[in-house]
């Protein structure tokens, strides 16, 4: 949990065994990790958690941000709804409602994903694959299911064929068969996915139903949310307001700095902006008030026409009352006569029709959610614009940008909620490939353990079809995965990472799992969960305190020495008066504070709305010089931290994006 939003620290206590609530000011914060299928893993052991912690920092992407969102909406009735249960009974039983029939031959998280009638060939193709065990036989079922997907190119090339044959030309009809049926088909697949598959949205399936009485992914999750929320699909959609606004926080022994937006269940997803080539977390930073000459660059717009292609008409309707753009269109007809009553648009092309998104309080969850989870090829990117601010005003106009799944820029943000000491546990469920020998779910129990590498073993696969697909997965999963690999296993990180693995055949790519794979997979959760429980929550016959989270904080706090010394010989210097080819700090407070334009008026410093006050120059100067005491002192050399964070490299404090 972050301190940067809230002051307080506690000592982490415990309740009994038998409890079935928490205190409520026992908070902690959780991330999951995205997976597409292996998301089934979450359910059981969020509500396991529920007993013993109440969710405040809920983070994930992709499949772990529909766990996310699902969670917070419980959370949100249990905090509004004198603490029912309902929310978390519904993800208790949300394994067994995804392996039950949702038609006949059909399960229903296969169910879940219907294609467009325009992608369904590709779709259904790519069924045929789901839950074969070797390459080859994934191979062959991508030939068989192409035949059939592709019927009739198939047919006509036998047809002719079997015509040519009859005249006696065996040859050239065997040369017609292997050349002109791969052509035909080749063709046919390349057109589908150039031309239909990107015009609906760059995937298979929009999230929308395309099948009578079977609810698709979108439709499905939003009444999910609304049901774990206590909300009915004739109630407003839940927003991100209703969440930071929701009962039962901030205790009492925690004080919210003035300025600063309480946020009861602070939710956090991430969406990838391929136009912009970076992730960005929602909700998104809300706006600045008032005239601010700092306007922030996070505006993102929509059409309606558009969305409703990729959300429930009750949600779309939800996102166009609640658009600032469209707020300030009927304010502005209120107006009286003789004032301006018709707004000026920009759209694609000229402005008509374009809508900013909703302000973070009115962003429904259920379009984060969606804007997570949008797996490359498989479901359907979002399309949203923005305009570009270094251009000028005349020359501005809207470029689209399609959102894709978070997981391509952080498929596990384990850092979200992370404070320099934490005053609750931030804990986090990841997913990583199964190796013989090794423990289906792990938590080190010690600080000396823990920090041993993931694999990815597919160089010890017998097939080389294998070696060469697991290697292309390999470099893609580095890619998208280096940074949090990384930042799991340091210090402060591996001893709250619960880790759960997955052999071939569970979770991921496999839509189609059989209820027996996706309960083990949901115990397997659980069982991971209860690790963490025993760790950090569940009082040891020696006395109330949690072992787990005493050493944890030590570790922490530890880090944070470490890290602080680390950097104060630079800062020292930085700070000093022999720092050659720089401005002395204090010069350039005078420097800065006393500027002045040509009519001789005081002009803010850079970064400032106004100019300096008198007061806040000397509270500059006493920072300056109290970080400046502080940076000498841990230069002392008796002042010597002995703690030695494992594994190396030590970790660093650096100046990033809070991404």
Same mark, same amino acid.
């Given at each position: ?33 995205? &997976? ?96 074969? &065990? ?45 050349? #002109? ?17 990107? #015009? ?28 774990? #929320?206590?909300? &009915? ?17 901030? *205790? ?105 998104? *909703?302000?973070?309080?009115? =962003? ?31 020359? !501005?106009?809207?470029? !689209? ?88 296993? @340091? ?17 991921? @790519?496999?839509?189609?799992?059989? *209820? ?37 904080? =030590?570790? !922490? =706090?530890?880090?944070?020495? @470490? ?10 210097? $930085? ?19 006393? $500027?002045?334009?040509?009519?001789? @008026? ?55 994006? *809070?991404?």
């Amino acid at each position: 949990m972050s301190a940067e939003n809230i002051v307080g620290v506690t000592r982490e206590k415990v309740s009994t065994l038998g409890s079935s609530e928490p205190p409520d000011d026992r908070f902690c914060d959780l991330v999951m990790k995205g &997976g597409i299928t292996s998301g089934v893993v979450y359910p059981r052991a969020i509500s396991l958690l529920s007993h013993h912690y109440r969710f405040r920092g809920i983070g994930g992407t992709s499949a772990g941000a529909i766990a996310a969102a699902i969670t917070a909406a419980a959370e949100y009735q249990r905090r509004e709804k004198n603490g029912s249960r309902k929310g978390f009974n519904l993800l208790e039983n949300l394994p067994r409602q995804l392996g039950s029939e949702a038609k006949k031959g059909k399960r229903k998280l296969l169910s879940l994903f219907q294609p467009q009638p325009s992608t369904r060939r590709l779709f259904a193709v790519l069924v045929r694959t789901l839950n074969k &065990g070797s390459t080859k036989s994934r191979w062959f079922s991508v030939f068989k299911g192409l035949l059939i997907a592709y019927w009739p190119a198939t047919v006509l090339s036998i047809i002719v064929t079997w015509a040519i044959a009859q005249s006696g030309a065996w040859f050239a009809a065997f040369l017609l068969l292997v050349i #002109a049926l791969p052509l035909s088909i080749g063709t046919w697949v390349y057109l589908d996915i150039t031309e239909k598959m990107v #015009a609906n949205g760059f995937g298979l399936c929009n999230g929308m139903s395309e099948e009578k009485d079977v609810d698709a992914l979108t439709p499905w999750l939003h009444d999910m949310i609304q049901k774990a #929320a206590g909300l &009915g699909k004739e109630d407003d959609p839940l927003t991100f307001g209703d969440l930071w606004n929701a009962k039962g926080f901030p *205790p009492t022994w925690i004080k919210i700095p003035e300025g600063v937006t309480k946020r009861s269940i602070d939710l956090q997803m991430f969406s990838t902006n391929l136009a912009h080539g970076r992730p960005y977390v929602f909700p998104l930073a809300e706006p600045e008030t008032g005239e601010s000459r700092f306007k922030g660059h996070e505006r993102l717009y929509f059409t309606e026409a558009e969305m409703r292609q990729y959300f429930p008409p009750e949600v779309v309707k939800w996102m166009v009352d609640h658009s600032p753009t469209e707020i300030e269109r009927k304010r502005k007809e209120k107006s009286t006569p003789g004032e301006e009553t018709k707004e000026k648009t920009l759209s694609v092309e000229d402005g008509k029709d374009m809508l900013e998104l *909703p302000e973070p309080k009115n =962003f429904p969850v259920l379009l984060a959610t969606r804007m997570s989870l949008a797996f490359p090829f498989l479901i359907s990117a979002i399309p949203l614009y923005a305009l570009d601010p270094d251009l000028s005003p005349e020359e !501005r106009k809207f470029h !689209r940008c399609w959102f894709s799944d978070g997981g391509i820029s952080s498929n596990f943000p384990i850092h979200l909620f992370d404070g320099l000491v934490p005053i609750w546990p931030t804990f986090g469920i990841h997913l990583e490939p199964a190796i013989d020998g090794q423990e289906e779910s792990y938590l080190p129990s010690i600080y000396d353990e823990g920090y041993a590498e993931s694999w990815s073993l597919f160089a010890e696969k017998v097939e080389p079809a294998g070696r060469l697909g697991g290697f292309i997965s390999a470099i893609v999963n580095a890619m998208q995965n280096w940074n949090d690999n990384t930042v799991r296993l @340091m210090p402060g990180f591996r001893d709250r990472v619960a880790r759960v693995r997955l052999k071939e055949g569970e979770g991921g @790519m496999n839509l189609d799992m059989e *209820p027996p794979i996706i309960d083990t997979l949901a115990e397997r959760g659980k069982a991971a969960a209860n690790k963490l429980i025993q760790c950090y929550a569940i009082q040891p016959s020696q006395g109330e305190e949690a072992p787990g989270w005493d050493q944890h904080r =030590f570790v !922490r =706090f530890n880090n944070l020495l @470490m890290m602080m010394k680390a950097r104060t010989p630079g800062l020292v210097e $930085a700070l000093g008066n022999d720092c050659r080819y720089a401005t002395k700090l204090e010069d350039l407070l005078q420097k800065f504070s006393c $500027a002045t334009d040509e009519s001789g @008026m005081l002009t803010p410093p850079p970064g400032y709305e106004e100019p300096m006050t008198q007061k806040e120059k000397d509270a500059y100067k006493r920072l300056v010089a109290a970080l400046n005491a502080l940076a000498t002192e841990m230069l002392e050399v008796e002042n010597n931290i002995p703690f030695k964070p494992i594994p190396k490299p030590e970790p660093e404090l650096r100046v990033r994006p *809070p991404l």
